[in-house]
């Protein structure tokens, strides 16, 4: 689970949305008038201020202060009164709202604690505002800022980088901040949660002694070793380590002061301390970890505790979960079915054993249950981790820090925010979809029915879930008894008569008109940033809210593909946010500018097309990455399409320097050794949106419009190198191989592979190839997909079976029908009308890459005489003859690899 998706989140109810459009006073500093002679602009979590004369380099050492929520405004109003008074350029953190996310628990630890940036024009002004500062705010606290060097021990930080807004493309083809060498080359402005200065930079004199303050802080004579990290969040780390004493080996938690802070602005200090109370508290439970002890390195705090064995309970859904088959037997259904009843029950005791001891856990979810089982004699124990939120029941907390899937309503206190969570854990053992839950209720009665068909487990153990997540008040915090309404009643939801879903995803006319009803609710035409809400992509780039993957250009896409009525409205939006293309917007399809010009051809629009496409032509395209996402396979394949469209021979020209920029050595070519190394190596993406297909995909459609057969072998080898990446599981299922995940789906995953596979075998025979297809039809049959999108879900399940020429079983009509009744599981009402939640469930989403739009275009493909489809992969065509083998001179070694189980 990305975590970084909560703050999206508060903004809206139903959609993701950017932190800062939240209702929220700003602090005094950013409500005054700008200073005569100043300037000002907003730039998202930031307010910037600078002198209009003056002219800043456009890199150099910057200087960030951090701050607290308490101290906050106190330290903006002395800084912000220092840099008018002498004309310095700055920025800050306009409100305590964001300013608190920015220091939160899941918040970017690069990022994390830069409540204010002041930017010297030279190394001397900038040593000598550092001093004054640090003598300024001389006493104030503040989080440490992981990617500078800390000046003295004060909230004054320092970083060497950019000052002005660049970009280049890094070593995976992304589009990210740049700084410029000393050749005048663009590199990445390295932004990790680490000091460290480009190496051709020597740090200023002045900067010694805080270097050598930094490097004097070690673990050295402490009695345990760290081994290796667990986990991090901008809080800090989960380490596995050993007390050197007596070889035991041991869980050390750190906290960092002022840092990683929960909704009640309780820093991760505070919250250790909190657990070690009450892991004190709950001692000699065999449920929960005993304390060893802590110790303080620098200001950072640790705490001490028992290593216990086993497995999070999250990792058993790859391994047991029955619906992650095709077609699960009576049998296993039953066998897990008893598992999952077991486990609740047990985790149902600890729980009542942590409460009997006056302590509420407050943060119970899957990955916070451990699961040791003895695979000889199958006995099975739980214990309770991670109590950094656990509270004395008495106090009458409200919660603080939760999982998205198990988070309680804000008005359950005590033991009752337990057990709505224990609610959630009897739905999620069967059908882990209760993140849905946050934004509808409802949808808990829903997921029971569901489960109820598909497991055969008591229909009262899901209907008590429901009957608590429903429930209207958890006003009973101190006992453990069901919650109860007015004169200690039970509340019982009344079962609604009506169907969950206003229309079913498998009657294609209905939900297609309800879908484009539900698309057409969302649009916000006064908005500049987006006009369909979408994936929190759409923030991270300039101009992601106009984009295909994420954004308007590929709702409309869907739409037109799916048969609806023109949208005149929209499409003007579209046109009047590409008229001048926002600065510093990817030039790649699915993220930027490529996709935009081939999207408005496709809606009429050529001339505004064909000036986007000569704009993008004139920005450093040449430099991009290989990938079909944002790189040169999508660049090349929509000129290529914009050339035979318009006629325009220096689009195809650009394409075919695509194609050949993909074959020279360190490109990524299917040709080039250095790069089958690493790709051997595991050190690069697989699959249609990152891998190697996108770039196969270019060639095979440069060969069906030039017939150069170069092309077809540069692309065969391109497919061999992302079936490198495969593995074949027990089942028969071929997904990439990630390294500690297998992923079967369509962007990154093995379904995009196959659906270039069955083209390119239109045109030739490959042995590999064959046997690959069915493989691949087998992933995309699971019962279960963790999401519903079109490319991390089972949306794209449906396109590629409704697609794929593969002979054999997996793509009859009964096949695609079980996963459009998969879909039909995610799915969310809004105003009345069918939608689908984004990325990590907690919003809808009306994209095209993780939301509605997505689904309704695999709905659309899979229609009977359906012909929507993905851009550059149409429907099949039929194939008169047998084709004939190509031979790929100089092809990889391939590998045949089969591992037990993959995760879905």
Excluded at 275 to 297: I, K, M, Y
Excluded at 309 to 334: C, M, S, V, W
């Amino acid at each position: 689970m990305n975590k970084g998706y909560a703050a999206f989140c508060d903004a809206d109810r139903w959609f993701y949305d950017a932190p800062y459009r939240r209702a929220e006073q700003n602090y005094p500093a950013a409500l005054a008038p700008v200073p005569a002679g100043w300037q000002t602009h907003r730039s998202g979590d930031w307010l910037a201020l600078r002198p209009v004369d003056v002219r800043l380099p456009p890199q150099g050492w910057k200087i960030h202060v951090s701050a607290c929520l308490d101290n906050a405004e106190s330290v903006l109003e002395r800084v912000h009164r220092y840099c008018v008074d002498r004309r310095i350029a700055f920025k800050f953190v306009p409100s305590r709202y964001l300013l608190h996310l920015r220091n939160a628990k899941y918040a970017d630890r690069a990022a994390s604690g830069k409540f204010l940036t002041v930017y010297p024009a030279d190394e001397e002004q900038c040593r000598r505002i550092a001093e004054d500062l640090d003598r300024l705010l001389a006493g104030e606290p503040g989080p440490y800022i992981l990617s500078d060097l800390r000046w003295n021990d004060g909230p004054v930080h320092l970083r060497y980088g950019s000052f002005t807004l660049r970009h280049c493309y890094d070593d995976r083809g992304e589009l990210v901040p740049a700084i410029e060498d000393p050749d005048g080359r663009l590199v990445p402005d390295q932004r990790g949660p680490v000091f460290q200065p480009p190496s051709w930079v020597e740090p200023p004199s002045f900067l010694a002694p805080h270097l050598a303050r930094r490097a004097a802080v070690t673990l050295e004579g402490l009695p345990y070793t760290v081994e290796r990290a667990l986990h991090f969040s901008n809080g800090g780390g989960v380490y596995a380590g050993r007390d050197v004493r007596t070889g035991e080996p041991v869980v050390l938690k750190e906290a960092r002061p002022f840092a990683g802070l929960a909704a009640d602005g309780a820093d991760a200090v505070t919250r250790l301390h909190r657990e070690r109370r009450a892991l004190e508290q709950l001692a000699g439970l065999d449920c929960v970890p005993s304390v060893h002890g802590t110790f303080t390195v620098g200001d950072h705090h640790f705490l001490v505790m028992q290593h216990l064995e086993g497995k999070p309970l999250n990792t058993y859904f790859a391994r047991r979960h029955p619906l992650i088959e095709a077609d699960p037997a009576p049998a296993e259904l039953a066998r897990y079915t008893r598992w999952a009843l077991e486990v609740h029950r047990r985790v149902t005791e600890a729980v009542e054993a942590v409460h009997a001891r006056g302590i509420v856990f407050n943060d119970l979810h899957l990955f916070n249950i451990m699961v040791t089982e003895d695979g000889a004699t199958g006995e099975m124990s739980v214990a309770l981790l991670d109590f950094e939120a656990a509270a004395p029941v008495g106090e009458g907390l409200r919660q603080t820090v939760a999982n998205p899937a198990f988070v309680a309503p804000a008005d359950r206190r005590g033991f009752s925010v337990d057990r709505y969570a224990l609610a959630c854990l009897r739905l999620a053992l069967f059908l882990p979809l209760t993140s849905l839950l946050v934004m509808d209720r409802a949808k808990a009665a829903h997921l029971a029915d569901i489960a109820a068909e598909q497991f055969p487990v008591p229909r009262e153990f899901l209907d008590e879930a429901v009957r608590e997540i429903l429930a209207e008040s958890g006003a009973d915090s101190s006992s453990s008894r069901s919650s109860t309404g007015p004169g200690g009643r039970a509340i019982v939801p009344h079962r609604p008569h009506r169907p969950y879903l206003p229309v079913e995803p498998g009657d294609w006319e209905a939900a297609r008109a309800s879908m484009t009803a539900a698309i057409r609710a969302s649009a916000d035409f006064d908005r500049e940033d987006r006009l369909f809400p979408g994936d929190t992509a759409q923030f991270a780039t300039a101009g992601g809210g106009t984009g295909f993957g994420n954004g308007a250009a590929g709702v409309l896409y869907a739409l037109a593909e799916t048969g609806a009525d023109p949208w005149p409205e929209a499409e003007e939006w579209l046109l009047a946010r590409t008229k001048q293309p926002a600065s510093g917007m990817p030039l790649g399809f699915y993220d930027g500018l490529a996709g935009l010009a081939w999207t408005l051809e496709r809606l009429g629009h050529r001339d505004r097309a064909l000036t986007l496409a000569e704009q993008l032509l004139c920005q450093p395209w040449q430099s991009a990455g290989p990938d079909l996402h944002s790189g040169l396979a999508g660049i090349g394949l929509a000129l290529d399409s914009l050339g035979s469209a318009t006629g325009e021979g220096a689009l195809h020209a650009a394409a075919l320097r695509c194609a050949e920029l993909l074959c020279e050595p360190g490109a990524g070519s299917g040709t080039d050794p250095a790069a089958a190394a690493g790709a051997a190596a595991g050190k690069e993406r697989a699959g249609l949106l990152y891998g190697r297909t996108g770039p196969a995909l270019l060639h095979l459609r440069l060969h069906e419009r030039t017939g150069d057969p170069e092309s077809l072998i540069r692309a065969g080898h391109a497919l061999h190198r992302d079936l490198d990446r495969c593995v074949t599981s027990a089942f028969g299922t071929l997904q990439v191989d990630e390294g500690w995940r297998t992923m079967p789906y369509l962007g990154a995953g093995s379904v995009g592979i196959g659906m270039v596979l069955d083209d390119w075998l239109e045109h030739a025979r490959d042995d590999r190839f064959e046997r690959a297809r069915p493989e691949i039809v087998r992933a995309a049959q699971a019962t279960f997909y963790a999401q519903p999108g079109l490319f991390r879900g089972a949306a794209g399940m449906i396109l590629h079976l409704a697609r794929t020429t593969t002979p054999g079983p997996g793509s009859a009509p009964g096949d695609i029908a079980r996963q459009v009744e998969a879909l039909a599981r995610h799915a969310v009402p809004y105003k009345g009308f069918l939608a689908f939640p984004g990325e990590q469930m907690m919003r809808l989403s009306m994209d095209l890459s993780t939301g509605t739009a997505g689904a309704l275009l695999a709905l659309g493909g899979a229609a009977p005489g359906g012909r929507a489809h993905l851009p550059f992969l149409p429907p099949p065509r039929s194939t008169a003859a047998a084709p004939e083998p190509v031979p790929l001179a100089g092809a990889v070694t391939h590998r045949n690899t089969t591992v037990k189980r993959n995760r879905t």
